[in-house]
């Protein structure tokens, strides 16, 4: 009997520790923008893995595999020689008009994220027009407890969601809104 109130009150003292020690987690990311294109039109903008042009933040993009898994892609940023982004496809469908990929090499003071995970998909809309989807999985750009601010969980949704919606923003200017 002793026995099992010494585990029992041993279990107990942990607990609060055990707590207190656990990591980040998992964030994610979903932002959608309606377009007045058809979901083919906007698709030949977005859907080849190779060319990200349409984003207003990316000065170049080079890469090998064209659309084919695991094709690689190194998007730099702002201007010649800016900061880049290395990612790798992982899926890939021209028929659902979508495709997945992770990043495989970032500095955290480009994005601060880790294991990053990400899904472009181009939908028909009810009534005409297309909505397209981004969403990403990623933990934030400090591993360990107590992260820096600009390496909290909120810096890195922050940062994510501003990529999402200027990349949407742009498409929705390119093909004009929905409805309009």
Do not use: C
Not at 70 to 90: H, M, Q
Not at 91 to 111: H, W
Not at 115 to 125: E, G, I, Q, W
């Amino acid at each position: 009997m002793r026995r099992r109130l010494f585990l029992a009150a041993s279990i107990a003292a942990l607990v609060p520790s055990l707590a207190m020690a656990h990591g980040p987690t998992r964030q994610k990311v979903t932002l959608t923008t309606e377009v007045a294109a058809e979901p083919a039109e906007v698709w030949e903008a977005v859907g080849n893995f190779q060319d990200m042009s349409w984003h207003p933040a990316v000065h170049g993009t080079t890469g090998e595999g064209g659309n084919d898994i695991d094709a690689t892609r190194v998007l730099t940023l702002g201007e010649e020689g800016g900061p880049t982004i290395s990612e790798i496809l992982y899926k890939y469908s021209d028929e659902k008009m979508s495709y997945s990929y992770r990043i495989t090499d970032v500095l955290v003071e480009v994005l601060p994220v880790t294991n990053y995970s990400s899904h472009l998909t181009v939908k028909p809309r009810d009534g005409g027009g297309s909505i397209v989807e981004w969403r990403g999985a990623f933990y934030r750009g400090y591993p360990n407890n107590d992260p820096p601010p600009e390496l909290n969980d909120e810096a890195a949704i922050n940062a994510v969601s501003a990529v999402y919606q200027s990349g949407l923003d742009a498409l929705a200017e390119k093909f004009g809104a929905a409805g309009s």
